[in-house]
């Protein structure tokens, strides 16, 4: 299991646990935390959850590049996304509040993880990134959510070029909520979630609601097709191989 549940006092931590790869998010991980969060909102004991990363270095790097990598038809590429997909809508969906306690980088789908949560605490130590491009992809929950949170620009200059937003960036610009010192993270994230189990449960989950109304599930059809069509490409291929043999990628725009 990638990711370790600790429930009790009616909060829950939820830690992508393997700090050896930088929390990296591997082929398991995105079922994993959609049965998690499906089990803690049908207890009726939890009121909040916090999610974070195991160790002080990050919350998470990402997807597993390497499990890119073996994805060699159309079919299991789609798949793929489309699992992401379902999980990061299971976080907006759920009617618990989640905190995203970030403990170091969120880069990729690290940092889409954090977009889908309901409240950002983050490190002073913390950094931001979608970071997709450099592999020949993009950050398909990312660009749909990040414009909401950071506005357009933002996510086309950190979608564009992979800039690297740190945590006091990250609280200007709507990234993160609270900016904490690294060694008071989970302190002040479950002062929080504290707060919040404090609160009607159903007020609490119908106000994320009524906040998320606008969200379509449609656009996540568009996404997926379109990230399907971009990691069928000789870019994404070359721009994953690249990766994996740390060396420069050589785009070729095909």
């Known amino acids: 299991m ?151 620009h933002w996510t086309k200059l950190m979608m564009f070029t992979g800039e690297r937003v740190d945590a006091a960036t990250a609280l200007r610009i709507g990234l993160a909520q609270k900016v904490v010192p690294a060694e008071h993270l989970l302190d002040a994230a479950r002062e929080l979630a504290a707060r919040i189990a404090t609160r009607a449960p159903l007020a609490v989950a119908t106000g994320k609601s009524l906040v998320n109304r606008g969200v379509d599930r449609g656009e996540f059809d568009h996404s997926t097709g379109a990230l399907t069509s971009l990691h069928a490409t000789a870019d994404a291929a070359e721009g994953i191989a690249a990766f994996l043999a740390k060396r420069p990628p050589r785009f070729g725009g095909r």
Not at 81 to 93: K, L
């Open 2 to 152: 990638s990711l370790q549940v600790e429930a009790g006092n009616a909060v829950a931590l939820l830690t992508i646990g393997d700090p050896a790869t930088l929390n990296t998010m591997g082929r398991t991980f995105w079922a994993e935390l959609r049965d998690a969060l499906a089990r803690l909102a049908a207890d009726g004991s939890t009121r909040a959850v916090i999610l974070t990363g195991a160790g002080d270095k990050a919350f998470s790097a990402g997807g597993d590049i390497g499990s890119f990598a073996a994805l060699t038809d159309v079919a299991s590429k789609r798949e793929f996304q489309q699992d992401c997909m379902r999980t990061f809508a299971a976080v907006e969906e759920s009617p618990l509040p989640i905190i995203a306690a970030v403990n170091g980088y969120a880069m990729g789908g690290g940092c889409e993880l954090a977009l889908a949560c309901d409240v950002v605490v983050a490190a002073d130590t913390a950094t931001f990134a979608m970071p997709e491009t450099a592999v020949g992809l993009v950050p398909g929950f990312g660009a749909l959510r990040a414009p909401a949170v950071i506005g357009r």
